[in-house]
């Protein structure tokens, strides 16, 4: 169970496809550096999971639909399941993180563990992402623990991680103790728009998509879909569709290489290679060719 780079594959509703570990063990660690100048980053995604993040250097911007945290070299934040959630480094930047599945900690639903404290935890409104490193230095010194126990995997190594991530679950409970409702919470509206919209924009991202298409793919009006984008993921539904195109155009680069350019641009949605290539050095800060060759 290698500690290894996150090759991040999901759905049309941004739902990550990727087992996390092991239907045994469902933990995985992962080691990823991220550059700004090379257009590096983690695009819109969701998992069941919780994912702890430790930040190894630099800085980066994690996003969810309700919150935006920093993260400076030697900080910890735990993302909720099935919050969606994206990654902007702020220059280079190198983390660490846990993906682990909550059952991990609480076990069967019955249990007590999940019944009064993970449940409840995970429900809760409040909670979509969260910066451990003010409470002190324990939930680093617990994250390390737990990732050097999954890289070595000496004898015992599994007892090593559940017994520090249930040690941060803990913490997070208390964090969130007077918030926490013992019955489950419905998602909001806004969240289940966005994966509605995002859905779509994903299926159609080849096509002429227009505000008015989007907006309709969630039954609510283009004003509605405006505010609705700009809320959960700071974004408007077009800029998103043209990060979207250039990103599965960077990919088709590198899978088809004797493809076109313009025969890309095509395939991405675009009118012309020229556009292509002006907003692809945008985001890349290089052409598609250059990039190509890199």
């Known amino acids: 169970m290698a500690i290894r780079r996150c090759e991040l594959i999901t759905d049309k509703s941004s739902k990550e496809l990727q087992a996390h570990g092991t239907l045994d063990f469902p933990c995985a660690g992962y080691d990823e550096s991220y550059d700004e100048e090379k257009g590096e980053a983690f695009a819109w995604h969701w998992h069941e999971e919780l994912e702890l993040i430790?930040?190894?250097?630099?800085?980066?911007d994690l996003k969810t639909p309700s919150a935006s945290l920093r993260l400076q070299k030697g900080d910890c934040a735990v993302i909720n399941s099935n919050i969606?959630?994206?990654?902007?480094?702020?220059?280079?930047?190198?983390?660490?993180?846990?993906?682990?599945?909550?059952?991990?900690?609480?076990?069967?639903?019955?249990?007590?563990?999940?019944?009064?404290?993970?449940?409840?935890?995970?429900?809760?409104?409040?909670?979509?992402?969260?910066?451990?490193?003010?409470?002190?230095?324990?939930?680093?010194?617990?994250?390390?623990?737990?990732?050097?126990?999954?890289?070595?995997?000496?004898?015992?190594?599994?007892?090593?991680?559940?017994?520090?991530?249930?040690?941060?679950?803990?913490?997070l409970c208390n964090c969130f103790k007077d918030q926490l409702n013992h019955n489950t919470a419905k998602e909001s509206s806004d969240n289940q728009r966005i994966r509605v919209m995002l859905a779509y924009i994903q299926d159609h991202f080849s096509e002429p998509i227009s505000l008015?298409?989007?907006?309709?793919?969630?039954?609510?009006?283009?004003?509605?879909?405006?505010r609705c984008f700009q809320k959960t993921i700071q974004t408007s539904p077009i800029q998103y569709l043209l990060k979207y195109r250039i990103m599965q155009g960077a990919q088709l680069l590198e899978a088809r290489p004797s493809a076109?350019?313009?025969?890309?641009?095509?395939?991405c949605g675009f009118d012309s290679p020229s556009n292509f290539t002006k907003l692809f050095k945008r985001f890349y800060h290089q052409t598609p060719r250059e990039y190509r060759s890199v």
């Open 54 to 60: 430790f930040l190894v250097d630099g800085s980066i």
């Open 84 to 171: 969606l959630h994206s990654g902007e480094p702020n220059g280079s930047c190198h983390l660490y993180s846990l993906v682990f599945s909550p059952k991990l900690v609480a076990g069967n639903e019955v249990f007590v563990f999940a019944r009064r404290y993970l449940s409840p935890l995970l429900s809760c409104p409040s909670f979509s992402c969260f910066l451990l490193s003010p409470w002190g230095k324990e939930p680093s010194v617990w994250f390390l623990e737990a990732f050097a126990a999954l890289a070595n995997e000496d004898f015992g190594f599994e007892f090593i991680i559940r017994e520090n991530l249930s040690r941060i679950c803990l913490l």
């Open 212 to 226: 008015s298409d989007i907006a309709k793919s969630a039954d609510i009006g283009e004003r509605e879909c405006l």
């Open 260 to 267: 076109a350019v313009s025969e890309i641009a095509a395939f």
